[in-house]
């Protein structure tokens, strides 16, 4: 049977993840063994409301895989927000042939992914995002990268603060989502881990722990704060005064989202980039691709962006538990 979709376009959206570059690479080369063009869409919707478009040949995504950041760059948009704006992404799209688009990136990309589809436009979604906070999907590209990175940093400020006698509050990013923050906590073997939906901002009950610790002899405490709590400068400034041990907020911040991508994130971005493409060849619309229970699935998009997510309660009591 012919293939319908002649060509696609692909664009990277919000915050840019590691191993997107790996995702990129692959939606092309299937795209391209499968016969089908591949338009690379520079800076995200933004990039394609000002038509920053280009073929993407096979060797545009050569020595790609290894990077981090996204060789397409990305933007947050506010002119596609509006109405208008989709109306116009929609018309480029349609001038330029574009059957279909996939669009990598996180919850905010995918509410653009729908936007466009109501528009007429075929879209299908890649979870890319460090943030591990897309409901339909059990894993997120550059989720892996970014809390190794976060992780080796923490424990470079534990060695110091360990030196010092000091309380460490540690704030990793994820917007409203604790994925990084459980994650490092365990990993870390933090004191506290304070993330939303979880913590109570009862800054006592932390400061009870750090007195208790001190008095079980313990040099150091870590506290993982999680951006969607964030404050944490001030919150140094009152343990402190409160416990009379030192105590120093460090905020990792965007180093987080940088750097080479680990193995797992390059090969999670590969097999569902290629997924991408594979459903818009038997015909599917407006999906996004998921990881769930060991297999590589697809949703609708409306139906994915209606689906919760939150940490699991046994894994932070875990954590909790391990930190006594
Ligand atoms: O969504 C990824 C993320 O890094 C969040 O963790 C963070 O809150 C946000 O992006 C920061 O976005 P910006 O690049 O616009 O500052």
Redesign the pocket.
């Known amino acids: 049977m012919a293939n319908a979709i002649k060509k696609i376009g692909v664009l990277t959206s919000?915050?840019d993840?590691p191993g997107m570059n790996a995702a990129i690479r692959a939606v092309a080369r299937k795209a391209i063994v499968s016969g089908i063009k591949v338009m690379g869409i520079k800076k995200g919707f933004q990039g394609l409301l000002n038509e920053e478009i280009f073929e993407m040949e096979r060797n545009h995504v050569s020595e790609i895989i290894q990077r981090g950041g996204t060789v397409l760059g990305t933007a947050?948009s506010s002119e596609f927000r509006e109405l208008e704006g989709q109306i116009r992404a929609a018309e480029i799209c349609r001038k330029q042939g574009i059957d279909a688009l996939v669009i990598i990136g996180?919850d905010g990309s995918y509410r653009g992914a729908l936007d466009l589809s109501k528009q007429g436009i075929n879209t299908i979604g890649i979870p890319g995002?460090?943030?591990l906070d897309i409901a339909c999907s059990e894993y997120t590209i550059g989720f892996d990268t970014a809390v190794n990175t976060a992780m080796q940093a923490i424990d470079k400020v534990r060695d110091t603060s360990s030196s010092h006698e000091r309380c460490s509050i540690i704030e990793v990013?994820?917007?409203n989502?604790g994925y990084?923050a459980l994650w490092c906590g365990i990993a870390n073997g933090a004191e506290d881990i304070l993330i939303p939906g979880k913590y109570n901002y009862n800054e006592q009950v932390i400061i009870d722990n750090i007195i208790s610790n001190r008095k079980k002899g313990k040099t150091h405490h870590i506290i993982i704060n999680a951006?969607g709590i964030g404050h944490s400068t001030s919150m140094a400034r009152r343990i402190e005064a409160a416990t009379g041990m030192e105590t120093r907020a460090t905020i990792l911040g965007?180093m987080?989202?940088g750097g080479s991508p680990t193995c797992k994130d390059r090969y999670y971005a590969s097999i569902m980039g290629a997924y991408a493409t594979d459903i818009l060849c038997q015909g599917k619309q407006n999906r996004v691709v998921g990881y769930q229970r060991g297999e590589f699935v697809d949703f609708d998009i409306a139906e994915a962006l209606s689906m919760q997510k939150e940490v699991n309660s046994y894994q932070f009591e875990v954590s909790r538990l391990l930190s006594q």
């Open positions: 919000g915050g993840a947050r996180g995002t460090i943030d990013m994820g917007r989502a990084i951006e965007y987080q989202r």
